[in-house]
């Protein structure tokens, strides 16, 4: 089991937690408290659906402490999950000075299975579906936009979730059979108030919030934000100093990752070989940097 000290990863938090594993995502572990549920962020790190080893240094610290930064500065815009963060409340439940930083204490909901997306660029798979087609998820754009463009405006482009492999992007209309049209409308309608929120918050901070996507569930009949908030796993965010036009541009978040594996000779269809120690130390640089400019000082 490995150490989960700053200076070193955490794998898994099986063994450390005393209460029913509920779920083993990619990166977080979901444990049943009886009313509520404990989220525990690993360092685990995923890249082209698969888990990747080693894991990265801190990555759970930062998107457990990003995502309880986001969720106290959003609650008067839309309710959430989020209860606390804090081990040290668990007593016996976990193990406190190994995961420490690392838990989130939430309230249950049943999760609508929608990726909530919203782009503000056009860039990702917005900009290949854009290229082909001049829509996004079914939107008419202008003609003439050029990879990472500023969009008009924000749109929101809806994802159904798949728990294995890539979630299916769908157009707003498959969204209404899906859902209904009420609750369509309703969550169009948050995730581009969550979005405008994140981009100022950010813009003023020299960053980017290129895109970035919600979940929402129900609790006690309410519509409710759920699972992590503007984090590096969740939205992409370029460093205002590094933005460009008809380029990839290098974002904060695991591209050095990304760049390791698309520059081997891996086929990404056997499992991806280790990590070299320097890409390791670099993605753990690049997320306590996000960590650093979004809050204002350091990953403790």
């Known amino acids: 089991m490995a150490n989960a000290n700053a200076s070193e990863a955490l ?3 099986e063994g450390l937690v005393r209460a029913p594993l509920v779920r083993k995502g990619k990166v977080r572990e979901l444990y049943d408290l009886g009313e509520h549920l404990l989220i525990v962020v690993t360092d685990r790190i995923s890249a082209f659906d698969y888990v990747l080893e080693p894991p990265i240094p801190d990555k759970g610290r930062v998107l457990n402490g990003l995502s309880a930064f986001w969720f106290e500065r959003t609650r008067d815009i839309q309710k959430n999950h989020f209860i606390h963060a804090d081990a040290s409340r668990l007593g016996d439940t976990v193990d406190r000075e190994r995961l420490a930083g690392r838990v989130t204490v939430a309230r249950k909901a049943r999760r609508i299975d929608v990726e909530c997306v919203v782009r503000g660029f056009i860039t990702g ?3 290949r579906q854009y290229r082909e087609t001049g829509r996004v998820n079914g939107i008419g754009l202008p003609k003439g936009l050029r990879k990472n463009d500023r969009l008009p405006e924000p749109i929101f482009t809806p994802a159904a979730k798949n ?3 890539h979630d299916e992007d769908i157009t707003f209309d498959e969204l209404v059979r899906r859902v209904g049209r009420e609750l369509a409308e ?4 948050r995730s581009l108030r969550l979005y405008e929120f994140g981009r100022k918050f950010c813009e003023e901070r020299g960053i980017i919030l290129a895109d970035c996507k919600f979940e929402f569930g129900w609790i ?3 519509l409710t934000l759920i699972d992590e908030l503007f984090t590096p796993d ?3 965010f370029w460093s205002k100093d590094k933005y460009a036009l008809d380029v990839e541009i290098d974002s904060m978040d695991k591209e050095p990752v990304r760049a390791c594996l698309l520059s081997s000779d891996w086929d990404r269809a056997s499992p991806p070989p280790p990590l070299p120690p320097d890409v390791v130390a670099a ?3 690049r997320y306590r940097e996000i960590y650093r400019r979004i809050i204002g000082e350091d990953l403790p």
């Not at 309703?186 to 309608?189: K, T, V």
Request: hydrophobic share 30%.
């Open 283 to 285: 993605t753990t640089a």
């Open 125 to 127: 798979g917005g900009w």
């Open 234 to 236: 969740s939205s992409r």
């Open 163 to 165: 728990d294995a492999g």
């Open 186 to 189: 309703e969550l169009r309608a």
């Open 11 to 13: 794998a898994t938090a």
């Open 220 to 222: 006690d009949g309410e």
